[in-house]
């Protein structure tokens, strides 16, 4: 183990596998994030349970595969004394049960830098979150055959209806979630996301314009050029969210 001195201020963070150059290649990932603090670096499952009893660091990069004391083993035995775990490993068979046991994100090596940054990011949004003392938001689990993936609120642009199903539209990705629209509009921010019609949903800071169609009503326009209706029902309810002066949207 090698131990680092610590400010409180920082994302504490321990690095757990059972492979020095593993071990390497996140900690120098880990250095170009100045907000994030490497207070050790563990080589087993029994190791690791030590120092993060010893020094309750807010997040861990917990390895699967160890011997005598696996990742879920070392969850296994903190319990309630569980910081943020983000699982990375070689094997994509335990994707389900990392979810299961409560992981925000499970790394699969080998991952690309791009891979990387997206998983701590939604991890030091999470754990700000909570230090400031506001509720964390899960990311939504996709489940699709021989994968787990996590989306993260901040990453959708908009949501469409799919009878029993959602659509979750990440970028040019299309994600399916077995979730109905009226519970989905009561957990998003209410600040980030606006519903616009009975089958949309929005994120506001992806829209770009509202424009006037054919028929005189308004579609939305979002910054990645997708084209929606927006419903008599919800314009008010947008205009005010967008905080539009006077009682139509701008032509």
């Given amino acids: 183990m090698r131990d680092v001195s610590h400010s409180t201020n920082k994302i504490r963070t321990v690095v757990v596998d059972d492979e020095p150059l593993a071990r390497t290649n996140l900690t120098v990932l880990l250095r170009c994030h100045?907000?994030?603090?490497?207070?050790?670096?563990?080589?087993?499952?029994?190791?690791?349970?030590?120092?993060?009893?010893?020094?309750?660091?807010?997040?861990?990069?917990?390895?699967?595969?160890m011997p005598e004391c696996d990742g879920f083993d070392v969850i296994e035995r903190?319990?309630?004394?569980?910081?943020?775990?983000?699982?990375?490993?070689?094997?994509?068979?335990?994707?389900?049960?990392?979810?299961?046991?409560g992981a925000l994100d499970y790394l699969l090596k080998p991952f690309d830098n791009a891979r990387f940054e997206r998983t701590l990011e939604r991890a030091k949004e999470r754990i700000t979150l909570a230090k400031n003392g506001q509720p964390a938001?899960?990311?939504?689990?996709?489940?699709?055959?021989?994968?787990?993936?996590?989306?993260?609120?901040?990453?959708?642009?908009?949501?469409?209806?799919?009878?029993?199903?959602?659509?979750?539209?990440?970028?040019?990705?299309?994600?399916l979630l077995r979730r109905s629209m009226a519970e989905l509009e009561q957990e998003l921010d209410e600040n980030t996301f606006c519903r616009i019609h009975r089958s949309a949903i929005v994120k506001l800071d992806k829209v770009r314009r509202l424009e006037l169609n054919e028929s005189g009503e308004y579609d939305v326009l979002l910054t990645n050029g997708t084209r929606l209706r927006l419903s008599r029902r919800y314009r008010k309810e947008l205009q005010s969210r967008l905080r539009i002066p006077g009682s139509s949207p701008p032509t």
Wanted: glycine fraction near 6%; aromatic fraction near 12%.
């Fill in 34 to 65: 100045p907000e994030i603090e490497t207070v050790a670096e563990c080589g087993s499952g029994l190791e690791a349970l030590s120092v993060i009893r010893a020094s309750k660091p807010d997040l861990v990069f917990l390895d699967v595969q």
């Fill in 78 to 101: 903190l319990g309630s004394d569980t910081p943020s775990i983000i699982f990375v490993t070689a094997y994509d068979s335990y994707a389900l049960r990392a979810f299961e046991v």
């Fill in 137 to 175: 938001k899960w990311p939504f689990v996709i489940k699709t055959a021989g994968q787990v993936c996590f989306v993260g609120a901040s990453e959708i642009d908009w949501i469409e209806a799919a009878d029993y199903y959602v659509s979750l539209h990440v970028g040019r990705k299309t994600h």
